[in-house]
């Protein structure tokens, strides 16, 4: 459960989180967050996404960002706002060479902070506590899915679907274990 001020660190993938009311705060009403956008958040990698349950607010405080919202890329600049209704597919990203600040808001709150914890989790995970950069392959995507099926409920993922992500992982690990049985074979 997040508390007021915490902050939810995803740096490698471009963007921190900083809790201003948490759902025990709205009693589940809402969760209300202030967002840095990294320079180069998103360029490579956005991920493009749905909240089923939810309904999400953002608006810009500082700098410009662009956001993907029905299959169009949308220049937001400081005092701009979107609404978004539950269901529709979102993205955002950061081609500025200056951090963007945002609010945002989801309401209800549902297991969101949950799920952002467990992101940081994961990401501190993968680069060893920040000891290594964060690699957006393969397996980085496939764990990133299994994390987001975690979540159907809050965020959906929009893109490649997750099962096509876990099945190229598993003929990869199906073609490397082929081969090394041929090794064997032959030796």
């Not at 953002?58 to 539950?86: C, H, N, T």
């Not at 060893?128 to 957006?136: E, S, T, V």
Request: proline share 4%; hydrophobic share 35%; with cysteine.
């Amino acid at each position: 459960m997040a508390v007021k001020n915490q902050v939810f660190d995803m740096t490698p993938l471009g963007m921190k989180f900083t809790v201003l009311k948490s759902s025990e705060d709205t009693h589940g009403k809402s969760l209300d967050l202030q967002w840095e956008v990294l320079p180069g958040c998103g360029m490579k990698h956005a991920l493009v996404h749905s909240h089923p349950n939810a309904k999400e607010t953002y608006e810009v405080l500082e700098g410009e960002v662009e956001f993907f919202v029905k299959d169009e890329w949308i220049r937001a600049r400081k005092g701009d706002r979107f609404i978004l209704s539950q269901g529709i597919a979102h993205s955002f990203r950061n081609p500025n060479r200056k951090t963007a600040t945002l609010f945002n808001s989801r309401e209800p709150a549902l297991e969101m902070e949950n799920y952002f914890e467990d992101v940081c989790k994961l990401i501190n995970k993968l680069t060893h506590n920040g000891k290594k950069k964060l690699r957006m392959n393969l397996r980085t995507k496939k764990l990133m899915t299994e994390l987001m099926n975690d979540y159907k409920n809050e965020i959906v993922p929009e893109y490649a679907p997750g099962v096509l992500v876990i099945m190229l992982t598993r003929f990869k690990k199906f073609k490397r274990r082929r081969r090394s049985r041929r090794l064997q074979a032959r030796s």
